[in-house]
């Protein structure tokens, strides 16, 4: 599949992610939204790709939604029906959703700047690393509009309800530093350090165990859908039992495979 906005780029088992509309700082229209949703539905499917690196071409990550091109199918008047504007007015979710769901690890490479639905996207990601310079701000509510896209429940589970809510409602912006005090970011790094930094660990991920990786992927996904309904520890035996199944080999104790 072709992209108009974005690029898809594959590397051994490391896949690229590229927002690509650097004029516009990757602002996130209906195109974008829907070819995010088609993108990680693709690399779903790239059973040999287990990293996936989202980044943005251009001096920003991304500017956040494209106030320049809200959906058009949004608005009543539109021509369009009660349903399509549900399901317009819900993109900005299921690409979040869509990132989430891919069960490929993935890791949000930030710089410039990361606005509004940008930090919504990555908080979708697994792993988050951020060149110094890097800007962040949540600006919606200054904007006149919540929060949305699924961010709300996401961001108070990485950074603690307090600090959402200050986050949401002062629409104060912050740095990279900050972001990690936080609990936003994995790691900050120099500006000329970032590519660097993410391939390291993209390429240390993609050398990893692939089912192993794979497997605590989807522990993650499924703590994160389920613990506010109960705790699903219980099902980590069987992973165990399966994994060890899968490849027993790898598991049995050898002195060269002690853990570092
Ligand atoms: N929607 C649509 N277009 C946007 C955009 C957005 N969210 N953010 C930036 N752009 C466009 C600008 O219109 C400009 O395009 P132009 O050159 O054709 O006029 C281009 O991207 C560069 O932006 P510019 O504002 O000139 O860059 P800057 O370095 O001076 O400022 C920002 C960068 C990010 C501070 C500023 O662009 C900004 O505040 N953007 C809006 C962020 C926002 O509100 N996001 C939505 C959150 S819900």
């Not at 005090?181 to 991920?205: K, T």
């Not at 069987?238 to 598991?251: I, K």
Request: charge should be neutral; proline fraction near 5%; charged fraction near 25%.
């Amino acid at each position: 599949m072709t992209y108009e906005t974005l690029g898809l780029e594959v590397d051994g088992g490391i896949a690229r992610v590229w927002l690509d509309r650097p004029d516009k700082l990757n602002a996130l229209g209906p195109r974008a939204l829907e070819e995010l949703v088609a993108v990680f539905d693709e690399l779903q499917r790239r059973h040999e790709t287990p990293v996936v690196i989202l980044g943005g071409k251009g001096r920003a990550f991304c500017a956040g939604a494209d106030r320049a091109d809200p959906p058009g199918r949004l608005a009543r008047g539109s021509g369009a029906g009660a349903r399509e504007r549900r399901w317009t007015a819900q993109l900005g979710r299921r690409a979040l959703e869509a990132i989430e769901r891919v069960e490929a690890v993935t890791i949000a490479r930030l710089h410039g700047h990361v606005i509004g639905g940008a930090v919504v996207l990555a908080l979708a990601c697994d792993l988050r690393v951020a060149a110094a310079s890097t800007s962040f701000c949540i600006p919606e509510v200054d904007l006149g509009i919540p929060l949305t896209w699924g961010a709300v429940p996401r961001l108070a589970r990485e950074v603690g309800a307090a600090k959402a809510k200050e986050l949401i409602l002062l629409c104060d912006r912050f740095d990279a530093v900050t972001a990690a005090a936080y609990g936003l970011l994995n790691r900050v790094v120099a500006d000329d350090a970032l590519d660097a930094a993410v391939d390291e660990w993209a390429r240390r991920l993609a050398a990893k165990p692939p089912w192993a990786l794979h497997m605590t992927k989807t522990q993650f996904q499924a703590y994160g859908r389920a613990i506010a309904l109960g705790d699903v520890t219980t099902m980590d035996g069987d992973l165990l039992a399966a994994a060890v199944a899968e490849d027993p080999a790898r598991f049995a104790w050898r002195k060269e495979t002690r853990a570092p």
